[in-house]
């Protein structure tokens, strides 16, 4: 969101511009879609730019981020992952190609996608279930757009209705199910980071 703004241009304190932000955010885009960082660390870092109030709290949420892979991924194959009777998912830092096959029958698998660690702008995530389902976990202001056909089950998109962060990566999931369903749910800010930079940056009382 864009707040109407008088900055001083006389005043460091401030923003230059909004401009600043807004590159900052698509910066971090970038560096989400090329495997540097994980959905949960761009999520968090992109929701503190946009409250940022002054110059060096950009600075500071801009500082120590991990170098940008270098050139883009060769293309692969699509990724398939196939679970009978076994659970199971997907946590820790994992890598998300342009396209992942999910299969679960009589089974139920978890995707985190908060340590996933994309590889292109746009992913798609296709998920057959029969008898059991599959659940999504994602950060809050990652774009996902649910949609594909259910007989005897069910598709919920349990999110909140918030705006994606501007820039964001899109996962596209195309759900198929029998006999099953499959839910995508938010994953909780693990923590303000804003407020843990602003908490750094106040002096030592006595």
């Known amino acids: 969101m864009n707040d109407a ?13 909004e401009y600043t932000r807004e590159t900052a955010v698509r910066g971090l885009g970038h560096r989400a879609t090329s495997g540097s960082l994980t959905l949960d660390e761009y999520a968090e870092r992109a929701a503190a730019i946009q409250q940022a109030a002054t110059t060096e709290e950009l600075d500071a949420l801009l500082r120590e981020l991990p170098e940008e ?3 883009a991924p060769a293309a692969r194959r699509p990724r398939w ?4 009777f076994v659970g199971g998912g997907l946590r820790g830092r994992w890598r998300l190609r342009d396209h992942l096959r999910v299969v679960a029958i009589f089974t139920v698998r978890t995707l985190d996608l908060g340590t ?12 057959i279930t029969a008898f059991g389902g599959a659940s999504i976990i994602a950060p809050q202001g990652v774009s996902i757009q649910l949609s594909g056909c259910a007989l005897f ?13 501007p820039d964001s990566p899109l996962v596209r999931v195309r759900a198929f199910s029998l006999f099953g369903g499959v839910r995508i749910e938010d994953r909780p800010p693990r923590r303000n980071l804003l407020d843990v930079i602003r908490a750094r940056s106040k002096p030592t009382g006595s």
């Open 5 to 17: 703004r008088t900055d001083d241009p006389n005043d460091a304190t401030q923003p230059s511009s």
């Open 69 to 71: 892979a270098a050139g």
């Open 81 to 84: 992952l196939v679970s009978v």
């Open 116 to 127: 996933a660690q994309l590889e292109a702008p746009e992913s798609v995530i296709t998920l």
């Open 153 to 165: 089950g069910g598709r919920d998109d349990k999110r909140a209705e918030l705006a994606p962060l």
